[in-house]
Nanobody, 125 residues
Framework: QVQLVESGGGSVQAGGSLRLSCAASGYIASIYCMGWFRQVPGKEREGVAN???????RYKDSLTDRFTISRDNAKNILYLQMNSLKPEDTAMYYCAADSGDWYCLTASGTDFNYWGQGTQVTVSS
């Protein structure tokens, strides 16, 4: 089993920045693909960014210039740097992981087996 714990969420004014972290523990050797997702109550979960074991990344089109996903494999931590935050970025952000790698950059939420509990990000105007 793999456990994922997110941190770094909070409240920030528009234009501000936050860095989310996701610490992985358990059977780490099985993790290749990791990703960030977000969800607003009443709306579908959406993918934010994925990163494979080689550090290749894919982003939601509208976020490529503001968000950066990265991972520290030595520390088993996934990051999401979020800059120039907008009120529409307000959501619960979830970290996800999976053993699959070859499809990582096209993976959707249903492809991930392991999920964190989420961290809330609130951006005020």
């Amino acid at each position: 089993q793999v456990q994922l714990v997110e941190s770094g969420g909070g409240s920030v004014q528009a234009g501000g920045s936050l860095r989310l972290s996701c610490a992985a523990s358990g059977y780490i050797a099985s993790i290749y693909c990791m990703g960030w997702f977000r969800q607003v109550p009443g709306k579908e979960r959406e993918g934010v960014a994925n990163i494979d074991s080689n550090g290749n990344t894919r982003y939601k089109d509208s976020l490529t210039d503001r968000f950066t996903i990265s991972r520290d494999n030595a520390k088993n931590i996934l990051y999401l740097q979020m800059n120039s935050l907008k009120p529409e970025d307000t959501a619960m952000y979830y970290c996800a992981a999976d053993s699959g790698d070859w499809y990582c950059l096209t993976a959707s939420g249903t492809d991930f087996n392991y999920w964190g509990q989420g961290t809330q990000v609130t951006v005020s105007s």
